[in-house]
């Protein structure tokens, strides 16, 4: 079943787009300057500067970049254009809580400011054998057996949500 994308889904959908604009502008800052820092080490051996080299090696480096983003990013741009999602039917197999401590909240480093790792409550499914986190307001109203609603992005295969049917 098809249905069409909400302004928050569309959101998550841009948001994934991020390292697809990070990797290629580093790509553009880091190849560019090492090329000129070539050029001029080739210049002070003596050779002469060649601007046409230096627009050529450039232009090269960011139709790369540029590739190599829309390559991270086709199937989210595809996906938001489309403005559809893919509703699939899935039956939980378990439901899990469970307490999981806060990644990098302890000290033991320190005696004076030993602090404990913060405590928070986590709640899973367990469907088709793979585990999903999932809100404890979705947790409360959620049975084991039950079927539930995963949300995708139909080309990326991106995990919207996950609802009750």
């Known amino acids: 079943m098809r249905k069409r994308l909400t302004e928050k889904e569309i959101k998550d959908l841009k948001?994934?787009?991020?390292?697809?604009?990070?990797?290629?502008?580093?790509?553009?800052?880091?190849?560019?300057?090492s090329s000129m820092l070539f050029l001029l080490k080739d210049i002070n051996a003596g050779f002469v500067f060649n601007e046409n080299k230096?627009?050529?090696?450039?232009?090269?480096?960011?139709?790369?970049?540029?590739l190599v983003g829309y390559g991270m990013n086709w199937k989210y741009y595809r996906d938001i254009?489309?403005?559809?999602?893919?509703?699939?039917?899935?039956?939980?197999?378990?439901?899990?809580?469970?307490?999981?401590?806060?990644?990098g909240s302890g000290n033991m480093t320190t005696l004076p400011h030993?602090?404990?790792?913060?405590?928070?409550?986590?709640?899973?499914?367990?469907?088709?054998n793979t585990r999903y986190r999932i809100s404890s307001e979705l947790f409360e109203t959620c049975t084991e057996g039950e079927d539930v609603m995963f949300l995708y992005a139909p080309v990326s295969r991106y995990l919207l949500g996950i609802e009750k049917k």
């Not at 254009?81 to 806060?102: A, F, G, L, P």
Request: glycine share 2%; proline share 1%.
């Open 114 to 128: 030993f602090n404990e790792m913060k405590e928070f409550m986590r709640y899973d499914f367990i469907v088709e």
């Open 54 to 66: 230096l627009l050529i090696i450039v232009s090269v480096i960011a139709l790369f970049s540029f």
């Open 15 to 33: 948001y994934q787009c991020r390292m697809g604009y990070v990797i290629p502008a580093m790509i553009l800052i880091i190849g560019s300057a």
């Open 81 to 103: 254009r489309n403005k559809e999602k893919v509703i699939e039917i899935k039956r939980i197999q378990k439901i899990e809580s469970r307490i999981d401590h806060e990644a």
